[in-house]
C-alpha cells in the first residue's frame, strides 16, 4: 500500500509529506486548494509523462517521493525529479534507473478512478476491457488480439503470394528456359578461350598442309634425305679412313631428320581430322554466338546472367516454398484462434452473468431499485472481422459486449450511451468501479471526485459502499461530500495560502473529532446547524465502529 507521497516545489505545494494509513483515506479541501496536484503528483511516481508547468514558479526542480509498503514487509521508495528545462529522473530505492523499467515495476500498485473516465465508459471498448477484468479473462482477451492478428498477417500474406507467383509464373517459365540452354551450354572463359585458339591454330595447320607433305616426302621418302644419309654412313665406315666423328654427326643427323618426319607427320594426321574438329568447334562457337547476343555480346555479361537467373529461380522457389509453408500453418492458426475464442466467449458470458447481477445489486445500494443492468453480445462488424470455422472472429473476439440499461421499471434498456442521463451515469460508473474493486489486485485504489453529481441519500450510500471496498485494501477519496468525509480512516484536509507572493497548498492530517467536525461542517456549508449536524454524522460513524468495526 502507499504509506507516504512527498511532493517539493510542484505547483502550489513547497514542501509537503502526506502520510496514508489502511483503510479509507479521505481528502478535502476548498475548490482550487490544490486536492488535484496530489494527484499529478503520484501519477508523476508512478512514471506518467512529466510536465514542466508543475515546476513551481522559482524553483529548478520539483520532486515527488512515493513509499510503498510491500506484502512481505519492505519497503519500496519511489523518487522521480522534474527540472524546469525539461529533463527528468527516476529512482528506484535511490538507484537511477528507466522511466520504462519504473513503470513495468509499478504495475499494479495503484487503482486509479477519475471522474474523467467517466464518459470513457460509453466506448465499447471500455465496456469490453472492464468486462474481461472482472471476467478474468484479460490475458486471454489480450492472447486473442495478438493471435488474430498474426492469422490475419498471415492471411494477407498468403494472398500476397498467391498473386505473386501467379503474375511470375510466365517469367519463370522463361527464366527456366533461357537457363537450361546456358546450362547446356556450361560456358566459362577458359572454355571460350581455348575454343578460339584451337581453331586458329586448325585453321593454320590446314593451310601448311603442302608443305608439310613435301618436307615429310623430302625427308624420309624413297628418294628422301634419311636413305642418302644412309649411304653416306655405309660407304664412310666401309672406307678405312678413320671417320669415327664423321659417323657420329651422320647418325645424329638422321635421329633429327626421323624426328622431323614424324612431327610433320602427326601434323599431317590432324590436318586429316581438321575439318570434323573445326566444325565441331564452330557449332559449339554458334551456340555461344546466340547466347551472347541475348546479352549484349559481352561473356562476362552471359556469366552474370547465368548467376541472375540462378537467384531469380531461387527466390521463386523461395516464394513458393513459403506459400506451401502458409498454407501448413494457417489451419493450425485458425484452430488455435477459434479454440481461443471460443474459451473467451465462455468466459465472458459466466462473467456478464456474475457482474450484471453485481451491478444490480450495487444500484439497489445507491437508491436505484428499479434499475436493469444488462451486458449484450453484439456480432462483430464484418470489415473487422474473419470467418474462421464456423463463428466470425476479430481482434475483440467472437462478439462485442456492449452495456444497456434502463433507470425506470417498464421502459426496454437501451445501450449505455444513449439512455442514461448525466446524473444516471455517474452512479453507474460507480457502481461498474465498485463492482470491479472486488476483484482488483492492486493494493491501493485511488478515486478522484467521482462523487461529482451525487448528494442527498445516494452519498451515505455511496459512502457505505467506499467504506466496505477499503476494508480488503487501501482506498484515497478525494471529495467534497461530508457523507463520505464521514466514513473516513483517516481525514487530510487540503487548505491554500498566500506566502511571499505565491500560493501554498498544505495537507494537514485531522487528528481529533473537533478538528473533523470542523471540516464536515464547512463541507455541509457552515454555520451553527452544520457543525451539529456534523457531530451527528461523526456520532454515528463512532457508533457503527463500537458495533463492530474499524474505530476512525
Not at 118 to 129: G, K
Not at 228 to 249: C, M, P, Q, V, Y
Request: with cysteine; glycine share 8%.
Amino acid at each position: 500500500m502507499l504509506v507516504s507521497l512527498t511532493l517539493r516545489n510542484l505547483a502550489t505545494i513547497s514542501d509537503t509529506t502526506i502520510e496514508f494509513e489502511h483503510g479509507l483515506n479521505i481528502l478535502t479541501g476548498e475548490t482550487g486548494a490544490g486536492k488535484s496536484i496530489l494527484i499529478d503528483g503520484l501519477l508523476l511516481a508512478l512514471g506518467e509523462r512529466a510536465d514542466t508547468s508543475l515546476v513551481r514558479p522559482g524553483s529548478v526542480a520539483a520532486s515527488v517521493e512515493a513509499m510503498f509498503l510491500l506484502e512481505d514487509g519492505s519497503k519500496f521508495l519511489v523518487r522521480r525529479e522534474v527540472r524546469s528545462e525539461g529533463r527528468s529522473r527516476y529512482f528506484i530505492n535511490d538507484e537511477l534507473t528507466t522511466l520504462e523499467d519504473g513503470r513495468n515495476l509499478l504495475v499494479g500498485f495503484v487503482d486509479l478512478h477519475s471522474q474523467g473516465s467517466t464518459p470513457a465508459l460509453l466506448q465499447r471498448r471500455v465496456q469490453r476491457a472492464a468486462l474481461d477484468e472482472f471476467s478474468g479473462c484479460s490475458a486471454l482477451a489480450g492472447k486473442l488480439s495478438v493471435g488474430f492478428g498474426e492469422y490475419r498477417s498471415l492471411i494477407r500474406r498468403s494472398d500476397e503470394l498467391n498473386t505473386q507467383l501467379s503474375a511470375v509464373a510466365e517469367k519463370r517459365d522463361i527464366a527456366q528456359h533461357e537457363l537450361s540452354l546456358i546450362e547446356k551450354l556450361d560456358p566459362s572463359a577458359e572454355d571460350y578461350n581455348s575454343l578460339m585458339f584451337e581453331r586458329r591454330e586448325l585453321k593454320a595447320v590446314q593451310n601448311s598442309a603442302l608443305v608439310l607433305g613435301r618436307i615429310s616426302e623430302g625427308i624420309s621418302g624413297d628418294d628422301g634425305i634419311i636413305g642418302s644419309l644412309g649411304e653416306f654412313r655405309h660407304s664412310l665406315a666401309n672406307s678405312g679412313i678413320e671417320t669415327k666423328d664423321a659417323l657420329e654427326l651422320l647418325e645424329q643427323a638422321d635421329i633429327a631428320l626421323t624426328e622431323a618426319s614424324s612431327e610433320c607427320e602427326s601434323m599431317l594426321s590432324r590436318i586429316d581430322s581438321a575439318p570434323w574438329r573445326i566444325q565441331e568447334i564452330d557449332n559449339r562457337l554458334d551456340s555461344y554466338a546466340e547466347l551472347l547476343g541475348r546479352c549484349g555480346g559481352s561473356l562476362e555479361n552471359l556469366l552474370n546472367r547465368r548467376s541472375q537467373l540462378n537467384s531469380e529461380l531461387d527466390r521463386y522457389d523461395l516464394l513458393e516454398k513459403e506459400y506451401e509453408q502458409l498454407q501448413e500453418t494457417i489451419p493450425e492458426k485458425a484452430d488455435s484462434l477459434h479454440e481461443t475464442a471460443t474459451a473467451l466467449s465462455e468466459s465472458r458470458e459466466s462473467g456478464a452473468e456474475k457482474l450484471k447481477k453485481s451491478v444490480q445489486k450495487e444500484l439497489k445500494l445507491l437508491g436505484m431499485p428499479d434499475a436493469a443492468f444488462l451486458i449484450l453480445m453484439n456480432d462483430p462488424p464484418g470489415n473487422r472481422s474473419l470467418l474462421i470455422g464456423d463463428v466470425s472472429i476479430c481482434s475483440d473476439g467472437c462478439e462485442i459486449p456492449e452495456f444497456f440499461f434502463s433507470a425506470n421499471p417498464g421502459m426496454k434498456p437501451g445501450p449505455l450511451s444513449s439512455v442514461a442521463s448525466g446524473g444516471e451515469m455517474s452512479r453507474v460508473s460507480l457502481v461498474l468501479k465498485l463492482a470491479l474493486a472486488s476483484i482488483t489486485q492492486a493494493p491501493t485504489m485511488v478515486f478522484d471526485e467521482i462523487d461529482s453529481g451525487v448528494g442527498g441519500e445516494t452519498a451515505n450510500l455511496l459512502a457505505d459502499s467506499l467504506r466496505r471496498v477499503s476494508e480488503k485494501r487501501q482506498v484515497i477519496v478525494i471529495t467534497h461530500l461530508p457523507q463520505i468525509a464521514s466514513k473516513a480512516h483517516r481525514h487530510l484536509a487540503v487548505s491554500k495560502e498566500i506566502v511571499d507572493g505565491l500560493p501554498v497548498t498544505r495537507v494537514g492530517a485531522l487528528s481529533d473529532r473537533g478538528m473533523r467536525i470542523e471540516e464536515l461542517a464547512r463541507l455541509l456549508g457552515g454555520g451553527r446547524a452544520a457543525m451539529e449536524h456534523a457531530g451527528k454524522m461523526i456520532a454515528a460513524d463512532f457508533r457503527q465502529d463500537e458495533s463492530g468495526g474499524e474505530q476512525p
